[in-house]
C-alpha cells in the first residue's frame, strides 16, 4: 500500500517536473526541474531495489552534470526566446518522432508481457543476503580487479593529456607565494618615522 | 584458483611499465621539460625491465585475475616487439622535439601509457579487458597525435584520430555487447567453447553481428580498408616521431589483438571470418598499391604503404594455420623495423630546423648524402619486398602458406597480393629514382643527432641481407608463438 503510494508520488512528480523542464520560461528554472526529476527518478530505482543506481543518479547526475548544465546556462549569453520562436513550427514533427518511439516502446513492451519465457530472462539470480551495491563492491575488487586498475590507468592518461593539451604557462600572472609571505619581515614594508608634533610629514 | 602472487607475477610486464610510467611523471613533475632527454632514456631502460620479466614467464598458457588476462607465447612475442618499437619510438625524438620548442616531458611517459595498453591488449582474455586496453592505447595515442599543439595540422590530425576512433570503439562496443547478449559470457574461452557448438548448424545471427562490429572495429586500429580514412591526415599531421611510432608498436598490437580475437574467441566461426578478412586484405593491398601512386607528401605516400602492408599481413591471418600465423608474426617484425627505419630516414629530411615532407626535395639526395640515400633505398627496397632484403622474406612466407593452404579465393588472394606489390612497387621506385637521378635540391641540415643515426644504421643492417643471421631465430620464436595461440584452439 505504502509502496504504491510512494512510488505514484515519485513517478507523478518525475512526470510534472519532466513536463515543467521543457516549459518554463527560464532556462534556470529548466535546471532546477531537471534536478527534481532525478531526485524523483532515484526514488523509483530506490523502491525497485537498485540502492546503487540511485545513489549514482543523484551523485553523478544532479551532483556534476545537472551543475554543470547550470553553469553552462548561466555563462553561456544564449538567447533562448530566438530558440523558442520555430516551436510551433517543429511541434508537429517533434510529435511525430515522440509517437513513433511510444509505439517501439509500446512493441517492446507488449512483446516482453506476451512472450512466454520472459520471466526467466527477466534478471539474474540476485544473492541472497547482499545488497546491489555491496554485490557490485564485491565483484569489482575481486574479480574485476584487473580492469579496474586499468580504467585507473585510462583515467590518468587522460588527466596527463587535458594538462599536456591545454595547459600553458602565462606570463603576467601574480602567484601568491606563501613561503614569501611568512618570511615577510614588518620592515619590509613599513618605516617607522618620527614626526615632529605639529608638523606632520 | 590461482593465488594472488602467481596473479601479480604474470601481469610483472604491464606492472613494471605502469609504475615506470608514473615514476617518470613524478621525475618530470619536479625536473621539468628540459628532463625530456633523461625521461627517454630511462623510459628504454624500463621497456628493458619489462622485456627482461617477459623473458622469464613460464612459456606455457597461463590465465590471471580470473580469466581476464592470459600470458602465453603469442603474448610474449608480441610485447618484445611492442616494447622494442615504444623503446626506439621514444629516443628518436628528443631531437625533433627539442628543436620544435615541443618538448614537454609527458612525451616519453604517454608512450609507455599507450605501451601498457598495447601490453595489455596483446594478452587480453576477456572482452572487457580487450576494450579497457584498447582505450588505455588510443587515449594516449590521441593525445600523442595533437602534441605539437600550436601547429593546425598536429590538432587537425589529433581531432580527427579522437573522432573517428570513439566511432571505432562505439562500433567495437556494440559488437562486444551483442556478443555478450547472445552467447551470455564475455570470457574468450568461454565465447569459444559457445560458439564452438553452434557450428554444425549456422550460428546465430546475433552472434555474427556482434562478430563483424567487433572485427570493425579492430580494423580501424590497423586501418585496413575500407576503414582507413583517418590514415593518411593522421600521418600526415603528427609530429614526424608520433607518425613513426602510430606505424609502428599500436599496428602491431592491434595485429595482435586481431589474432587474439579471432583465434580465442571466435576460433569456431573461422569459416564465418574469414571471408571478412580476405576482402580486408584485398581491398588494403589494393588501396594501398593504387593510392600512394599520386602522393607527393613522403608521410602521406608511408601511410598508405602501411594501409597496403597490413593487408599482405591479413592474408595470412585469413589462412589461418601455424605457418600462416608464424609468416604473420614475422611479417610484423619485419615491417615494424622497416617502418621505423624509413621514418628515421624522414626525421633526417630537416631544413632549417622545419620537417621537409615533400617528395621532390630528396633529389639528389644521393650526391648531398649518399649514406643517407643508400640506406633510403635499401629500405624502400625492403618495403616493395625485393630479394634479397628482409622485406622480400616477410612477403615470401605469407604467399607461401596462402598458395599451401590452396583453394581458388585464398590463391587468388595471393596472386593479388603479388600484382599489387608490383604496382606498388612503382611509387618506391620513384622515390628512388629522384634520390639517384634528379636534379640536387637545397642541402638537408647536416644529421647532429647520434642515436638517430645508429638506430637508422642498426635498422638498415637489419632489412638488408644481413638480417638473414636474424631470421632463423625469428621463424623458430615465430612458430613458437603461433604454435601457442593455434594449438590451444
Redesign the interface.
Known amino acids: 500500500m505504502i509502496q504504491a503510494l510512494a512510488f505514484y508520488l515519485f513517478a507523478s512528480i518525475t512526470v510534472i517536473a519532466g513536463m515543467m523542464v521543457i516549459s518554463a520560461k527560464n532556462p534556470v528554472h529548466s535546471v532546477l526541474w531537471l534536478i527534481l526529476a532525478f531526485f524523483n527518478a532515484a526514488g523509483l530505482f530506490v523502491l525497485l531495489g537498485a540502492e546503487f543506481l540511485a545513489m549514482i543518479l543523484v551523485i553523478v547526475y544532479v551532483g556534476a552534470v545537472a551543475v554543470l548544465f547550470l553553469f553552462v546556462v548561466m555563462m553561456l549569453d544564449i538567447n533562448f526566446e530566438e530558440l523558442r520562436k520555430g516551436f510551433y513550427t517543429y511541434l508537429p514533427f517533434g510529435l511525430l518522432v515522440g509517437a513513433v518511439l511510444l509505439g517501439e516502446l509500446a512493441i517492446v513492451g507488449l512483446g516482453w508481457v506476451t512472450s512466454d519465457h520472459a520471466a526467466s530472462l527477466s534478471r539474474m539470480p540476485a544473492p541472497a543476503n547482499v545488497t546491489n551495491t555491496q554485490a557490485l563492491g564485491q565483484i569489482l575488487y575481486t574479480?574485476?580487479?584487473?580492469?579496474f586498475?586499468?580504467?585507473g590507468?585510462?583515467l590518468?592518461?587522460?588527466m596527463?593529456?587535458a594538462?599536456?593539451?591545454t595547459h600553458r604557462t602565462r606570463g603576467g600572472v601574480r602567484k601568491q607565494n606563501i613561503g614569501e609571505q611568512n618570511m615577510r619581515q614588518p620592515s619590509d614594508a613599513t618605516a617607522l618615522v618620527h614626526v615632529q608634533s605639529g608638523e606632520g610629514l | 584458483m590461482e593465488s594472488f602472487g602467481q596473479n601479480i607475477f604474470l601481469v610483472h610486464p604491464e606492472i613494471t611499465l605502469a609504475v615506470g610510467a608514473m615514476l617518470l611523471l613524478m621525475i618530470g613533475v619536479f625536473r621539468g621539460d628540459g628532463a625530456l632527454k633523461l625521461l627517454s632514456w630511462i623510459a628504454v631502460a624500463v621497456y628493458g625491465v619489462a622485456a627482461v620479466f617477459v623473458t622469464i614467464l613460464p612459456a606455457d598458457r597461463l590465465t590471471a585475475f580470473n580469466d581476464l588476462f592470459v600470458t602465453d607465447g603469442t603474448a610474449r612475442f608480441l610485447k618484445l616487439v611492442i616494447y622494442t618499437a615504444s623503446a626506439i619510438s621514444s629516443v628518436i625524438a628528443i631531437a625533433y622535439l627539442q628543436r620544435r620548442n615541443i618538448n614537454r616531458f609527458e612525451y616519453p611517459i604517454l608512450i609507455m601509457l599507450a605501451t601498457t595498453g598495447m601490453s595489455m591488449m596483446v594478452s587480453a582474455n576477456d572482452l572487457i579487458t580487450l576494450y579497457v586496453s584498447l582505450e588505455l592505447q588510443s587515449l594516449a595515442l590521441y593525445v600523442l597525435a595533437s602534441i605539437h599543439r600550436d601547429n593546425a595540422k598536429s590538432t587537425e590530425a589529433g581531432l580527427k584520430y579522437f573522432v573517428l576512433g570513439a566511432l571505432s570503439s562505439g562500433l567495437l562496443l556494440y559488437g562486444c555487447s551483442l556478443v555478450y547478449g547472445f552467447a551470455g559470457t564475455t570470457n574468450f574461452e568461454g565465447l569459444r567453447t559457445v560458439l564452438h557448438a553452434t557450428l554444425e548448424q549456422p550460428p546465430v545471427i546475433g552472434v555474427l553481428f556482434g562478430m563483424i562490429f567487433v572485427i570493425v572495429g579492430i580494423a580501424f586500429k590497423i586501418s585496413a580498408v575500407p576503414f582507413h580514412m583517418w590514415t593518411p591526415d593522421v600521418y600526415e599531421g603528427s609530429p614526424t616521431p608520433v607518425t613513426a611510432f602510430l606505424a609502428s608498436a599500436p599496428k602491431v598490437a592491434a595485429m595482435g589483438l586481431m589474432l587474439r580475437v579471432l583465434f580465442d574467441a571466435f576460433g569456431g566461426l573461422s569459416e564465418q571470418w574469414r571471408q571478412i578478412i580476405m576482402i580486408l586484405s584485398a581491398l588494403s593491398m589494393g588501396l594501398g598499391a593504387v593510392a600512394a601512386l599520386g602522393q607527393t607528401d613522403i608521410k602521406r605516400l608511408l601511410a598508405y604503404s602501411s594501409i597496403g602492408h597490413i593487408g599482405y599481413a591479413l592474408i595470412g591471418v585469413a589462412v589461418g594455420n601455424h605457418e600462416s600465423i608464424s609468416a604473420v608474426l614475422i611479417y610484423l617484425v619485419i615491417y615494424m623495423f622497416t617502418t621505423l627505419a624509413s621514418f628515421l630516414c624522414v626525421l633526417a629530411m630537416q631544413r632549417n630546423g622545419d620537417q621537409i615532407e615533400d617528395m621532390s626535395e630528396l633529389g639528389g639526395l644521393a650526391v648531398r648524402q649518399p649514406k643517407l640515400a643508400l640506406a633510403f633505398t635499401l629500405i624502400l627496397f625492403s618495403l616493395a619486398g625485393v630479394p634479397p632484403l628482409m622485406g622480400f622474406w616477410a612477403k615470401f612466407y605469407i604467399f607461401k602458406s596462402a598458395i599451401e593452404f590452396g583453394g581458388l579465393p585464398m590463391t587468388l588472394l595471393a596472386v593479388w597480393g603479388v600484382l599489387t606489390s608490383v604496382i606498388a612497387t612503382a611509387y618506391y621506385l620513384r622515390i628512388i629514382k629522384i634520390m639517384w637521378f634528379d636534379k640536387s635540391s637545397q642541402d638537408f641540415d647536416k644529421p647532429d643527432y647520434l642515436v638517430n643515426d645508429v638506430l637508422l644504421t642498426a635498422t638498415t643492417l637489419f632489412v638488408s641481407p644481413l638480417g638473414w643471421i636474424f631470421l632463423g631465430p625469428l621463424q623458430a620464436a615465430a612458430m613458437l608463438a603461433a604454435r601457442a595461440l593455434i594449438g590451444s584452439a
Open positions: 574479480k574485476y580487479v584487473y580492469v586498475q586499468a580504467s590507468l585510462i590518468l592518461t587522460a596527463i593529456g594538462i599536456v593539451l
